[in-house]
């Protein structure tokens, strides 16, 4: 029981430009209360998983740290402004760098981080630099999701290999998307806990029929 102090990072970064005001943003609220019952009624999860928000709309930020999921304080969501994702990935960067424990030759780190980011428009801000330094430092397991018609299934092939799609932003399709992240935390904190190797990628429960997979 020697990985007992191993926590899975769970990082959602959430767009909260003006696109998302009115029930999107409703949605989005309530779909993370959802995925925190959930995760909070699963005895692998709550031992293992440790939750952050990074919100971004004009400008970055991490509205809450890394937290287990029993402290974890939902965060105020509002939904104005552009579309800062350089920013985002930035804020994701340095909060991974700051909060995430590395493997030391006596203790072993915290599992690879799972990484959630979610829009619905294009990037307003220089972004590449920053998504080209996130890929090659390999952080985490980075899902991203272009959320109805305006998001760029393109800007974000160039983040993360793993990308999908909701047609609409409707109430319904974005709750589905956070019953498929608590999903994917779950079986992720599952299988870490049955210790595979460090470099396998990380295998997500098919998504729901609202959720296309970009190939």
Excluded: H
Excluded at 109 to 115: A, M, R, S, T, Y
Excluded at 150 to 179: H, M, R, W
């Amino acid at each position: 029981m020697a990985d007992m102090g191993r926590r899975l990072p769970v990082y959602l970064l959430l767009d909260c430009s003006g696109s998302m005001a009115g029930e999107p943003i409703e949605a989005i609220r309530q779909g993370v209360r959802a995925l925190l019952s959930d995760l909070r009624g699963d005895p692998q999860a709550l031992e293992t998983a440790y939750l952050s928000v990074i919100t971004f709309s004009s400008s970055a930020q991490q509205v809450v740290p890394l937290t287990e999921l029993l402290s974890f304080q939902e965060p105020p969501l509002a939904a104005g402004g552009s579309t800062a994702l350089g920013e985002a990935l930035k804020v994701l960067e340095k909060c991974l760098d700051s909060e995430v424990r590395k493997s030391t030759p006596t203790q072993k780190g915290d599992w690879k981080p799972l990484i959630f980011l979610m829009t619905d428009g294009q990037p307003t801000d220089n972004w590449e630099t920053q998504a080209n330094i996130l890929k090659q430092k390999r952080v985490g397991n980075i899902i991203a999701c272009a959320a109805g018609p305006g998001a760029d299934t393109n800007v974000l092939k160039k983040v993360t290999e793993i990308v999908v799609q909701i047609t609409n932003l409707n109430p319904d399709d974005l709750k589905a998307f956070f019953k498929w992240v608590s999903s994917s935390v779950k079986s992720t904190s599952q299988s870490v806990g049955q210790t595979p190797a460090e470099n396998t990628p990380v295998a997500l429960p098919p998504p729901p029929p609202q959720i296309t997979i970009v190939p």
